[in-house]
C-alpha cells in the first residue's frame, strides 16, 4: 500500500520535480478527503500538479478558470431546451469532475465563489430545484494569487476554513528548474503519466485514513495546540474544531502514507502548517500574511511531550 | 470528666427512638478506624492500668465484631449495668477511690471501651471519635517528653482520619487516603496551635496535681547512712541540667550542694534543722516561712557578717526533675531572686514547696567567698557534736595524730588525706556492710567504701579534734555540654563530701574521696570504677554505657539537647516566659496588644490557609512513561543537549545522537521505547504488554549504557 501512495508521488515528480513534499501534501490532502488552495504566483506549476495529479490517480480532472465576470451557472452547469426533446436537459458545469482545478478563485465575484465553496462542503449541487451529487472522490484544488496584486476578491475566513490545506508551491531549485529547461520536466511530461491507482483503490485508503488510530497522548498534543492558539494574544482567533478535526485527519492520512497504522507527533508537525497557516492570523493583520509565521510558533511553542 | 459514667444509663430512651427512626448504621470502614483509634488511645496506658481494664477492652473489641457479623446482639440493658458497676467496683479496689486522677482516667478509659458495646448508629460513632480527642490528652499527665508528644500527636492524626472516614460513603475503603486528609487536617492545625501556644494567657499548671506513680523520690535523700549514695549511682536518671551564661567552671569546681548534714545519730548524718528533716520525709508543706535559718530575701542582708563576697560571680539557670523534695542543687555560696526559694543559714536553697514538677530557676553564686569567718558559737557547737563512745581505735589514732601536727588543723587535714591516699583504700561500690564500730572498721580493716564512706569519716576524724566539719550530700560534676554551654547530672553523680571550718578561711571544701579516687572528681564515676565494672551494671541498655562509641554518643548527646530543648522552650514556657517573649515583642506588655496580635495572627493564618486552598497548584500529574522520559531529557540537559520546546521525541534523538555520538545506541532504544508506549495505541497503560515495556524503559532510563558507535 505504501509503496503505491509512494508510486504515486514519484510519478507527480516526473512533471513536477523538486517538489516532492508539496506533492505529499497535496495527496494527503486528497486522501483526508479535503480540499487544497495552492497560493503562488503564476507559472509556479499550480495548473501542472493538478492534472498529473489527476492522471496518476484515474481521475477525471477539469479547469475553471475564474474571471471577475464568472456566472455560478459557469461552473455548476445550465439547462439548456433542447428542440427535438421539447425538453430542458441538464449540461453540467466543468464541477462535474473528480479533480476540479479552480484557477485564481479570487479573481471571481463572492457570488461565484461560494457557488464553489457551497459544492465543495455539500459534495452535492443543486440546480433548479433538482439535486445533482458530484463525483466520488472530489477533489477540488483551488489557487490564488498573493493579495498584493489588483483586482481581486479576498476569501473571507468562513470560506478558507473549508479548504483543507494551503500551500505554495514557491520556485523550484536550480536543479529542478534546469529540468525544466531541458523539456525533461513540466506539462510536457504530463501525457506519459499513467494511472497508479484505480479509483477503488483510492477510496479504500480514504476509508483506511479514518481507521489510522490516534493514542491519547497525540490527541493531548493536538489539543494543547489548539488551546494554544485559543489562549494566546497573539492569534486574533483560536483555530475551529473544524481546524482541529481537519489537523486530525491530516495526520492520519500523513501516518497512512508513511506505513504506520497509528499518528506520531511526527505526523502532526508534518502537516500543521499546511493545515493551520490560511486560518489564522494576528488581530491586527486584515491582509492574513502573518498565518504562516503563527503556524510556525505553534511547532516550537507547544511542547510535544508534556 | 466523670459526667461520662452516667451516660449508659441515661441512653434508655434512645434505643426506644431506633426502632421508629432509621439511623445510618456504622460502615465497615468506620468500625476499623473507631478499633484503630481506641487500640492507639489504649496503648499508652497499658502498663499503668489494671490487668482487668485491657481484658475488657479484648472483651469489647470482640463483641463488636460478633454484632457486626449478625452472630450476637448487643448486650441487654442488665449486663450494660453490671459491666458499668464492675468497672466502677474494679477501679475502687484498685485506687481505693473512684474521684483520684488515676482511677479518674481508669474509669474513663472503662466507658470508653464499654461504648462499643453500644455503638448504635453514626452518632454514637461521632461521640466515640470526639472522646478519643479527650482520652489521648489523659496520657500527656504523665509524661511530656518528646516521644509522648509526638504519639499524641499521630494519635490526634488517626482520630482525625476516623472523623473523616465516618463522612465517606460507605464500601469505600481507601485507608491510605483518608490517612492522608486526616494528617492534612492536622498540619493546617499546626499553626493555629503555634500561635495559640505562644499567645493564649499561661495559667498556672493545670496538672500540678499529684499523681501517686510520681510519689517515688529520687535523688538525695534527707539523711545520710554511708552506703545510701551507692544506691543513687546505680541510676542514670536526670537529676538538673544547668546553663551556664558564660564558661562552664572546671570540673572539679562543680560541686552541687544540697543538703548539710551536721548531726550525727548513730551511724547516720542528718540535718541539724528538724523543720529541714521532717520537710523532706513528709513532703507536706510545713511552714519554712517562720524558721530563723531560712530567709525568703537577701540573705547578704539577713546574715550580714555571714558570708564576705569575694571573687566572680557565676550565673546559671538550673532545670530540676522533680524531686519531691524541698532543696535545690547549686554551686557554693548562691544568691536567689526568686520569692518562692529561700535560702538556708548553711547557704543552700530550698523551695517553699516539695518540687514536683520540672523546676527552673536562676542562681548566682560566688564560689570564693569566705563563709563564716566568725564562726557564732551555736554554729560551732552544732558542727563538733559527737557522742562519747564507740570507734575506740579511731580516737586513739585521731589523738595521736593531732599530738604529732602539734594540734595545728592544716596540717592535721593534710595528714588525714595522706592517710587515705597512702594506706590501700579501694573506692567502690559494693562496700562491706560494717558493724557497730563502722568507722573503726573502716579506717583500718575494710577499707573499701564509696563517697559517703570517706566524707562521713573524715567528719569523724575532724570532730575528735573538734575541729568544726560537716557532711554536705549533693551532686558532683555532670557531663558537658561545651557548644551549648551546659551541664547534664544525672543520679550516678551524687556525691558527699565534708567541709571544715578553718581560722581566718571559714567554711573550706575538703573531699577526702579525691585522695582516693581523684578520677571520680576529675572525669566521674565511670572512670573512678572502671577496674571494678561495676558502673551502671544493674542497666545494661542505658545508652551512658555506650559512650564509648562515637555515633551512639553523639546519637545520644543530640537527643539530650533536643529534650533540653523541648523542656527548655516548651513544657517551661510559663507566665514569666511568656511576659518576658511579649515585652521583647511590643516593648511594653498590654492587653489590648495581646488581643490585637492573637487576633491579627489568626486571621493572617486563616487567611493565608484560605489563599493556598484556592490558588494551590495541582500537581501535574505525569503517567509513568513521559515521568521517565522526561528523566531521560534531564540526562540529555546535563550533557549539554535540551530537549526544545515542541522538539518531539524523534528529532531531539537525531540532535542528541549527534551531541553525544556514544549514547547514540542508547538514547536510539529509550526513544523507541518511549514512542512505542506513548503513541503506539495498542500498548494501553495498565496493560501487560504495556507493562513489560515500562519496566524495561525504566531500566533504560536509569542506567545509561555507552557503547562504540
Known amino acids: 500500500m505504501q509503496q503505491k501512495l509512494d508510486a504515486c508521488v514519484s510519478s507527480v515528480q516526473h512533471a513536477l520535480a523538486g517538489k516532492q513534499h508539496e506533492i505529499k501534501l497535496a495527496l494527503c490532502c486528497l486522501l483526508s478527503q479535503g480540499h487544497l488552495l495552492i497560493e503562488d504566483l503564476p507559472g509556479m506549476g499550480k495548473t501542472t500538479l493538478a492534472h498529473a495529479l489527476a492522471r496518476v490517480l484515474g481521475l477525471t480532472y477539469n479547469r475553471v478558470q475564474f474571471t471577475s465576470d464568472l456566472l455560478p451557472a459557469d461552473i455548476l452547469g445550465v439547462s439548456i431546451y433542447t428542440k427535438e426533446t421539447q425538453q430542458f436537459t441538464f449540461h453540467p458545469g466543468p464541477i462535474f469532475s473528480h479533480i476540479v482545478l479552480a484557477d485564481e478563485i479570487n479573481r471571481a465575484t463572492p457570488k461565484s465563489q461560494s457557488a464553489l465553496l457551497e459544492a465543495m462542503e455539500e459534495r452535492q449541487v443543486s440546480v433548479e430545484g433538482e439535486t445533482r451529487p458530484l463525483p466520488e472522490p472530489f477533489f477540488v484544488i483551488a489557487t490564488q494569487n498573493p493579495f498584493s496584486q489588483a483586482g481581486t476578491f479576498p476569501l473571507p475566513e468562513s470560506q478558507l476554513d473549508r479548504f483543507l490545506m494551503r500551500i505554495s508551491l514557491g520556485y523550484p531549485d536550480p536543479e529542478a528548474e534546469r529540468q525544466v529547461l531541458l523539456g525533461l520536466s513540466g506539462r510536457v511530461k504530463l501525457d506519459t503519466i499513467s494511472p497508479v491507482l484505480t479509483q477503488d ?106 | 470528666m466523670f459526667r461520662q459514667k452516667s451516660k449508659p444509663s441515661s441512653q434508655s430512651g434512645k434505643t426506644h427512638n431506633q426502632r421508629t427512626i432509621a439511623v445510618a448504621s456504622i460502615p465497615r470502614t468506620s468500625l476499623i478506624w473507631l478499633f484503630t483509634t481506641q487500640a492507639l488511645v489504649l496503648l499508652p496506658h497499658l502498663l499503668r492500668i489494671p490487668y482487668w481494664v ?28 453490671l459491666l458499668v458497676i464492675g468497672a466502677v467496683t474494679g477501679t475502687f479496689l484498685n485506687y481505693g477511690t473512684i474521684v483520684g486522677l488515676e482511677a479518674g482516667v481508669v474509669l474513663l478509659l472503662c466507658t470508653f471501651l464499654l461504648k462499643l458495646l453500644e455503638m448504635k448508629n453514626q452518632r454514637d460513632a461521632y461521640l466515640v471519635v470526639f472522646l478519643s480527642y479527650f482520652v489521648i490528652v489523659t496520657q500527656l499527665l504523665y509524661s511530656q517528653a518528646i516521644p ?145 535559718l531560712i530567709t525568703w530575701r537577701d540573705q547578704f542582708q539577713r546574715w550580714p557578717n555571714a558570708v564576705k563576697k569575694q571573687g566572680q560571680a557565676l550565673n546559671y539557670t538550673v532545670i530540676l526533675e522533680p524531686t519531691q523534695q524541698n532543696w535545690l542543687y547549686a554551686l557554693a555560696v548562691p544568691q536567689i531572686s526568686n520569692v518562692d526559694i529561700g535560702v538556708t543559714r548553711d547557704f543552700t536553697l530550698i523551695a517553699r514547696e516539695p518540687v514536683r514538677l520540672r523546676q527552673q530557676y536562676k542562681v548566682r553564686s560566688y564560689p570564693s567567698s569566705l563563709v563564716d569567718v566568725e564562726l557564732p558559737h551555736w554554729l560551732r557547737r552544732q558542727n563538733v557534736q559527737l557522742s562519747a563512745f564507740g570507734n575506740p581505735k579511731t580516737r586513739t589514732f585521731a589523738q595521736q595524730l593531732w599530738d604529732d601536727v602539734e594540734q595545728k588543723p592544716q596540717l592535721y587535714i593534710d595528714r588525714i588525706l595522706q592517710y587515705f591516699n597512702r594506706q590501700p583504700f579501694y573506692y567502690t561500690l559494693k562496700p562491706p556492710t560494717l558493724g557497730f564500730n563502722s568507722v573503726d572498721e573502716f579506717l583500718f580493716t575494710s577499707r573499701r567504701g564509696f563517697c559517703a564512706h570517706y566524707a562521713s569519716t573524715f567528719v569523724y576524724l575532724m570532730r575528735i579534734a573538734g575541729i568544726p566539719a560537716r557532711v554536705i550530700a549533693g551532686y558532683q560534676g555532670g557531663e558537658r555540654n561545651t557548644t551549648n554551654n551546659y551541664v547534664q547530672v544525672r543520679q550516678f553523680d551524687a556525691h558527699a563530701w565534708a567541709e571544715v571550718w578553718l581560722e581566718d578561711k571559714g567554711w573550706v571544701r575538703v573531699d577526702p574521696t579525691a585522695s582516693v579516687a581523684p578520677e571520680r572528681i576529675q572525669d566521674g564515676l565511670e572512670a573512678a570504677l572502671a577496674e571494678e565494672g561495676s558502673f551502671l551494671e544493674d542497666t545494661p541498655l542505658s545508652p551512658i554505657r555506650f559512650k564509648h562509641i562515637g555515633w551512639i554518643n553523639r546519637l545520644r548527646l543530640e537527643w539530650d539537647m533536643l529534650e533540653y530543648r523541648w523542656q527548655r522552650f516548651v513544657l517551661n514556657y510559663n507566665q514569666d516566659q511568656q511576659m518576658e517573649f511579649f515585652n521583647q515583642l511590643f516593648g511594653t506588655f498590654s492587653w489590648y496588644k495581646l488581643a490585637l496580635a492573637l487576633g491579627g495572627g489568626l486571621g493572617a493564618i486563616i487567611i493565608m490557609l484560605g489563599v493556598w486552598i484556592i490558588f494551590r497548584r495541582q500537581p501535574i500529574k505525569y503517567d509513568p512513561a513521559t515521568r521517565l522520559y522526561l528523566k531521560f531529557c534531564q540526562w540529555g540537559r546535563k550533557q549539554g543537549c535540551q530537549r526544545l520546546t515542541g522538539e518531539t521525541p524523534i528529532h531531539y534523538l537525531q540532535r542528541l545522537q549527534q551531541h553525544v555520538p556514544y549514547y547514540s545506541a542508547w538514547a536510539q532504544r529509550v526513544t523507541d521505547n518511549f514512542v512505542t508506549l506513548q503513541y503506539n495505541p495498542d500498548f494501553e497503560e495498565g496493560e501487560s504488554l504495556y507493562q513489560k515495556e515500562l519496566v524495561l524503559l525504566k531500566k533504560l532510563v536509569r542506567h545509561p549504557v555507552k557503547s562504540p558507535r
Not at chain 1, 253 to 270: F, S, T, Y
Open chain 1, 201 to 306: 483503490e483510492l477510496k479504500a485508503f480514504q476509508l483506511q485514513v479514518i481507521q489510522v488510530k490516534t493514542a491519547a497522548a497525540v490527541l493531548n498534543y493536538l489539543q494543547r495546540i489548539l488551546a494554544y492558539t485559543r489562549n494566546q494574544e497573539d492569534f486574533a482567533y483560536g483555530l475551529s474544531p473544524r481546524a482541529g478535526l481537519a489537523l486530525l485527519r491530516a495526520a492520519q492520512a500523513w501516518g497512512l502514507m508513511h506505513g504506520r497504522k497509528h499518528v506520531l507527533p511526527e505526523d502532526i508537525q508534518a502537516i500543521l502548517p499546511s493545515v493551520t497557516q490560511h486560518r489564522l492570523r494576528e488581530p491586527n493583520d486584515h491582509l492574513g500574511s502573518t498565518g504562516a509565521a503563527l503556524s510556525q510558533r505553534l511547532l516550537t511553542a507547544v511542547d510535544v511531550v508534556v
Open chain 2, 54 to 81: 485491657g481484658i475488657l477492652a479484648v472483651v469489647c473489641g470482640c463483641w463488636r465484631i460478633m454484632i457486626f457479623n449478625g452472630r450476637w446482639s448487643y448486650p441487654a440493658r442488665w449486663l450494660k449495668a
Open chain 2, 148 to 292: 509522648s508528644a509526638a504519639y499524641t500527636f499521630f494519635t490526634l492524626v488517626v482520630i482525625t482520619s476516623a472523623l473523616v472516614g465516618l463522612h465517606q460513603q460507605q464500601g469505600t475503603l481507601e485507608l491510605k487516603k483518608t490517612l492522608r486528609k486526616g494528617a492534612v487536617m492536622m498540619l493546617q492545625a499546626v499553626p493555629l496551635m503555634v500561635l495559640l501556644f505562644i499567645f493564649i494567657p499561661r495559667l498556672g499548671p493545670i496538672w500540678s496535681v499529684e499523681l501517686p506513680s510520681q510519689k517515688a523520690r529520687s535523688g538525695v535523700s534527707d539523711q545520710m547512712t554511708p552506703g545510701d549514695i551507692a544506691e543513687l549511682s546505680k541510676s542514670d536518671a536526670l537529676a538538673f541540667r544547668a546553663t551556664f551564661t558564660d564558661t562552664i567552671p572546671p570540673q572539679n569546681q562543680l560541686y552541687w550542694r544540697g543538703i548539710v548534714l551536721s548531726e550525727l545519730m548513730g551511724r547516720t548524718w542528718r540535718q541539724a534543722s528538724r523543720e529541714l528533716t521532717l520537710a523532706g520525709r513528709t513532703g507536706q508543706d510545713l511552714k519554712l516561712s517562720g524558721n530563723p
